[in-house]
């Protein structure tokens, strides 16, 4: 009686032996057992970062836990609980191997010959969704639509992996690649054309008033600017000042204006200026 | 009429008797009946401290109000994290988990649920270093390390009390007008 | 005594149904739900020019207008159809969707017989109020004033076939499948290239303007948030529609944010962004604007004028035009914006005019006129 009084009085450690003794270590994924000693019937109850159950179990026996109870990477928390008390015990279970990459890349769209304009960082996963924490060598590489091709292994640090090139000389599609082993993943970053360079417009009168034209309107790389992009001609005259902001059109603008007289006519793009031509009357 | 004027006054007694004898039962009942135990009834969390240093962060700059928000959303995020666990709300994480984390949370919490159990994460400081700030500012790797009191109660019993120390690899990225968390995993050591 | 009550209530309906009946009224009346007159017909005749143009804005006011129309002088000048037309507008255009609040009646001139009479009109539209101002005719005949209406004219449209080739850009959204990651387009890179803030009567304005750098077209938007000595923010505003949204690759637009009652003396920093979403869109139609002008109006004012030409084949609804004033340094010193209530119908020109405030007007050295529009059909 005295034993048994002692016994209630200093708690868990000495009631009927129940102890719990959890896999030193384990990764995702892995089906394991939790050992218990002690006699009797107890609550077994599991607290993982993703999965959280409970059971009866025998004490003495042990405590099978399959794939889906151990998927998730982090802290499990294994509480024993018997009528005099509860034990509980600690255990991480760690990422499995690389089975998929999260791969962010920036930009969707750069102007050609930009230093370090391109960017991608890289995650590597395992099946389970779990950050592999475990360096990882990821094979980054960028070809464009000409053939220029960058390869540049990095090694992940903290389950991260980046990295930086420049745009290439030339307008078109280029791939992004991140590949680990057999895996990769693939993204697509459109190289444009710059601001357009030395803009220039030429004109004629017609029966109706002035046409105007640009050249092919191209960046200082000679890229095409793309169709679509505003060209914003400006027509200046004594009866006073006339503009058309102008989309391109297969590579040029045209624009039409009405004066009779002499007209000066400037063109512009963005913020990029060009030349000036001035028109005598008719 | 003697017994009108009996019947009457007997009436209005009653009336008046009913009053003052179920007033107290009422109040009562609204003062200490059974409460609905729910993230909506319960006092919430106060905001856990968070100490973000981000003199480590790469290879971008963290910038300071970049710095502040994400420090700020990442509190906001861990009182949700504790009420949900805590009141097994998993409607609680919606705001600050999306993607895995979010799942694997709303499952735990759904689980703790069926189980019969809650846990919580009382007095939550947070060490938090910035470890990864990428290049184009649009996802940041934490490592954080949160001293807290963990319980976890079967019904009112606890069956689990702790002075944790635990510790995640936590990634964020901007959403529409916060920053949210993608990942929450622990380890045991950086 | 017992009929004092009833007789007295009596008495004041009888007098408050012949105010109502009789007496003119500024209220306004609610677009497209036709009111008039009590009792038709029963109406005091004009004795004076700005009775005759009172009478006549009060039926325009409340839509009546075939009372109005027979207000006129030799009603069988101008058809019907016409007036109305030139009152209620057509296409879709703002006019359609405005009602005369108040107006303000000015002599110019008057003779026994005759007299000009400057009606400013103040319409309520549907994004703000619009002044409109007419020089009225009125004429005496057998002792009564009528206004002589201005035939109005609207431009007669050939037929022809217009082709559409411009560029179109569609914004496809994703399915909710596919990793994060694989989910987003990079929002269009926009910049704001000038910024000026000035006080402006009891506050103060930022202006500037904002170009798309980028090859896709962008819904932008600017905000400005004046901060303090103490680096708190006082107060943060949009650009509303002082703005050109729609942005196609390389364009420009001005921007104009208002902070009134904010002393300037107060702000020591102005901290701007511009935000950029995909937005699908067309490059058509392209608006030319042409004739450009500074001037003094017939009031006085300095307005900037001009006429739109709608280079495509399709109607423009609501046209919203933005002017950006410039000094001899190139600054901004001032944004101003005004819609134009007629519709711009293919390849025919629409006058238009914003004002320049009296302060700034000095300023101004060069000008740059941006069009948006409103369709109907797309909102």
């Given amino acids: 009686m005295l034993v048994l009084l002692s016994a209630g009085l200093t708690g868990v450690c000495l009631a009927q032996g129940a102890d719990l003794r959890p896999p030193a270590a384990l990764t995702a994924g892995q089906p394991t057992v939790i050992a218990t000693s002690g006699s009797g019937e107890a609550s077994f109850y599991l607290l993982g970062p993703g999965h959280t159950f409970r059971k009866q179990v025998h004490l003495g026996q042990e405590i099978p836990l399959g794939i889906d109870q151990v998927r998730t990477a982090g802290r499990y928390l294994a509480i024993l609980c018997s009528a005099n008390g509860c034990r509980s015990a600690l255990f991480y279970v760690t990422p499995a191997s690389p089975a998929s990459l999260s791969f962010l890349a920036h930009p969707s769209r750069v102007p050609v010959k930009q230093l370090d304009a391109i960017s991608g960082v890289a995650f590597p996963y395992d099946k389970f969704h779990n950050l592999v924490l475990a360096p990882v060598t990821i094979d980054f590489q960028l070809k464009s639509s000409v053939g220029d091709s960058i390869s540049r292994p990095t090694t992940t640090q903290n389950g991260v992996a980046w990295f930086r090139a420049n745009s290439s000389n030339q307008a078109g599609t280029a791939q992004l690649v991140a590949a680990v082993g057999d895996l990769s993943v693939r993204r697509v970053v459109q190289q444009v054309a710059s601001d357009p360079c030395n803009l220039r417009v030429k004109g004629q009168r017609t029966a109706k008033g002035i046409l105007v034209e640009t050249e092919p309107v191209r960046d200082c790389s000679g890229n095409p600017v793309p169709d679509g992009t505003v060209v914003t001609f400006t027509e200046t005259d004594p009866a006073g000042k006339s503009t058309v902001d102008m989309p391109i059109k297969q590579g040029v603008a045209r624009a039409q204006f009405l004066a009779a007289g002499p007209a000066i006519i400037s063109v512009a793009s963005g913020v990029v200026m060009g030349n000036q031509l001035q028109l005598g009357g008719q | 009429m003697r017994p009108h004027f009996a019947l009457a006054r007997i009436s209005s007694w009653s009336a008046l008797s009913k009053i003052f004898i179920l007033s107290p039962v009422f109040i009562a009942f609204f003062w200490c009946g059974p409460r609905t135990v729910g993230a909506d009834s319960m006092p919430a969390n106060s905001l856990p401290q968070v100490q973000l240093d981000a003199r480590n962060a790469g290879p971008r700059t963290l910038e300071n109000l970049t710095q502040q928000n994400i420090g700020r959303h990442y509190a906001n995020a861990w009182q949700n994290l504790a009420a949900a666990f805590e009141h097994n709300a998993p409607t609680s994480l919606s705001d600050y988990f999306v993607g895995a984390a979010r799942e694997q949370l709303g499952q735990a919490v759904a689980d703790q649920q069926k189980a019969g159990l809650h846990s919580r994460y009382r007095d939550q400081r947070h060490k938090v270093d910035v470890v990864f700030y990428a290049p184009e500012g649009d996802i940041v790797e934490l490592h954080d390390s949160v001293e807290c009191d963990f319980e976890v109660f079967e019904g009112e019993k606890s069956i689990h009390h702790e002075p944790a120390v635990l510790r995640y690899v936590v990634l964020m990225t901007p959403s529409a007008d916060r920053w949210v968390i993608r990942q929450l995993q622990a380890v045991s050591q950086f | ?379």
């Avoid at chain 3, 609040?101 to 109020?129: F, K, M, Y």
């Avoid at chain 3, 929002?187 to 798309?212: K, L, T």
């Avoid at chain 3, 750098?213 to 949009?238: H, M, Q, R, W, Y």
């Fill in chain 3, 1 to 379: 005594m017992k009929y004092l009550m009833p007789l007295i209530i009596s008495f004041i309906t009888a007098i408050l149904v012949a105010a109502g009946t009789f007496g003119p009224t500024r209220l306004g009346a609610t677009t497209g739900i036709t009111s008039g007159s009590a009792l038709p017909g029963l109406s005091s005749a004009a004795k004076t020019p700005e009775q005759a143009v009172d009478k006549l804005l009060n039926e325009i006011q409340r839509r009546n207008w075939g009372v109005a129309y027979a207000q006129l002088v030799d009603a069988g000048n101008i058809d019907e159809a016409l007036f109305t037309r030139d009152l209620t507008g057509n296409n879709g255009s703002l006019r359609t969707l405005s009602g005369l609040e108040s107006w303000r009646l000015q002599p110019l001139h008057a003779t026994n017989d005759e007299a000009q009479i400057r009606a400013t009109l103040r319409w309520s539209t549907a994004v703000g109020p619009i002044r409109d101002v007419r020089d009225l005719k009125v004429l005496r005949q057998d002792d009564v004033w009528k206004v002589v209406w201005p035939v109005p004219t609207f431009p007669n449209l050939p037929a022809q076939i217009v082709p559409v080739n411009y560029l179109r850009w569609d914004l496809v959204t994703p399915n909710g499948e596919g990793e994060w990651g694989d989910r987003a387009v990079d929002a269009p890179h926009v910049r704001i290239v000038s910024m000026n803030a000035i006080p402006y009567q009891n506050g103060c304005v930022v202006m500037g303007e904002v170009v798309n750098e980028d090859t896709i077209p962008a819904f932008v938007n600017v905000n400005a948030t004046l901060v303090d000595g103490t680096g708190k923010s006082i107060a943060e505003e949009s650009s509303f529609d002082k703005i050109s949204h729609i942005l196609l690759p390389k364009q420009v637009s001005p921007y104009r944010v208002d902070f009134p009652n904010i002393s300037l003396q107060e702000v020591k920093n102005v901290r701007m962004d511009a935000k950029a979403t995909l937005a699908p869109t067309s490059s058509d139609p392209v608006i030319g604007v042409m004739n450009q002008k500074v001037e003094t109006d017939s009031e006085g004012r300095n307005v900037l004028r001009g006429s739109l030409l709608n280079q495509s084949g399709q109607t423009v609804n609501i046209p919203h035009v933005i002017a950006t004033f410039y000094d001899s340094n190139g600054r901004v010193v001032w944004v101003s914006d005004g819609y134009v209530d007629r519709p711009l119908l293919p390849q025919l020109p629409e006058p238009f005019a914003v004002e320049i405030p009296g302060p700034i007007v000095g300023k101004v050295q060069n000008y740059h006129v941006v069009v948006n529009y409103y369709n109907i059909a797309k909102s």
